[in-house]
């Protein structure tokens, strides 16, 4: 089955620990993305990618760091830098320019101990 | 201003009630308009593109209107399954590559 896959589920950080978060998917789609949830607020942007090895910062992308290696796979770090990475981390991908209907990865957890 | 503001609710609707949300949006230059479909703890799920002439899906409806710079959706004969949040995004082209904005949600209990 085609789809996108996130993992963990749940990640825990401690201080000034660097922590990596993996999205993959099989639907051979070009274009992918890294969203932050926030209880009771909506999905901000941290980085996009609309090709292999490139990619964009999105609205929130300090203290965050990406690679685009290989078209199904799309990593994120989150660095000491990010003071605040308590968050729900949701991988998208789309299959052509950017903005077309995203699909989204079942999302990863992270809290901080 | 919030580019894409929702009312977060929460909206309690008995079983079986017809229930619309509505979205507004800042930026007139949006172009393509969705709602996605939130599970509790879970990834949002494309529910339905609206388009200018609105567009209809089972229960399911959904309006634009460009004038108002607002898009609804509206819910007939609600079930239980469709408790969950409703989240309106918008896509805005200005020439270079932009992303989806994505409001806030409202949140749906539909209760027995």
């Known amino acids: 089955d085609g789809g996108i896959t996130q993992s963990p589920k749940y990640l825990f950080r401690k201080e000034g620990q660097n922590v990596t978060l993996s999205c993959e998917q099989n639907l051979n789609h070009d274009a992918m993305y890294w969203y932050r949830q926030d209880p009771g607020q909506g999905l901000r942007l941290i980085y996009y990618s609309q090709i292999v090895n490139d990619f964009q910062k999105g609205d929130i992308a300090e203290g965050y760091s990406v690679s685009r290696e290989k078209k199904e796979s799309f990593p994120l770090t989150v660095t000491s830098a990010q003071k605040n990475p308590t968050a729900f981390y949701l991988c998208a991908s789309s299959r052509g320019e950017v903005g077309e209907t995203q699909y989204f990865g079942p999302g990863t957890r992270l809290l901080v101990l | 201003r919030k580019e894409v503001e929702q009312d977060p609710g929460p909206f309690n609707v008995p079983e079986g009630a017809t229930v619309a949300f509505n979205c507004t949006y800042s930026?007139?230059?949006?172009?393509?308009f969705f709602w996605y479909r939130q599970d509790c703890r879970k990834e949002p799920k494309l529910l339905m593109s609206v388009y200018s002439s609105g567009n209809e899906d089972g229960r399911f409806t959904a309006q634009l209107n460009r004038a108002s710079q607002y898009i609804s959706l509206l819910i007939r004969d609600s079930k239980l399954s469709d408790s969950a949040t409703y989240l309106c995004?918008?896509?805005?082209?200005?020439?270079?590559?932009?992303?989806?904005?994505f409001g806030s949600g409202t949140q749906l209990t539909v209760l027995p």
């Open positions: 930026n007139s230059a949006s172009q393509s």
């Open positions: 995004v918008v896509k805005i082209s200005s020439g270079s590559a932009r992303q989806l904005t």
